[in-house]
């Protein structure tokens, strides 16, 4: 049996949203695109029916992967848990680098969710392994690859 994968409920929803879109709108374009090429004749020597059989490949096996991630996910709400002030997946966290003084934010979310440009931070990342547990006040050591980062958590959020 596969463990749970935690993830939020907004990573939950635009997984269903484009499991939704690949099913409804990708996967029939690909069929009729798959029909069109075959009407041109011979498939040995047919490129355009290998690319669209190709898309096939790799459409069927998104809906799966998604599919997989969804039944196994656990969605946690950080919004309906007790605010607490430690740092827990779901949670938003300001950090203040103790080096440079500058304050960053990053919210913790599940391995397909996480966007280092949106500040969305995989639960597995180092930043957060190190966060997770700690509360406000506290100083965390970060081990990056240009060498240990000192932070002091400012603020967790529930949003």
Known sequence: MLDKVPMTQAGADALREELEHLKKVDRPRIVQAIAEAREHGDLKENAEYHAAREQQGFCEGRIQ???????????????????????????????????????????????DESDVKANKISVNSPIARALVGKSEG?????????????FEIDTVKHI
């Open 138 to 150: 506290d100083e965390v050591v970060v081990q990056t690859p240009g060498g240990e980062v000192e």
């Open 65 to 111: 992967d998604i599919e997989g991630k969804l039944s196994n996910a656990q969605i946690i709400d950080i919004t309906k848990l007790p605010h607490t002030g430690k740092v827990m997946f779901g949670a938003t966290v300001d950090l203040i680098n103790l080096d440079t003084d500058e304050t960053v934010s990053y919210t913790i979310v599940g391995d």
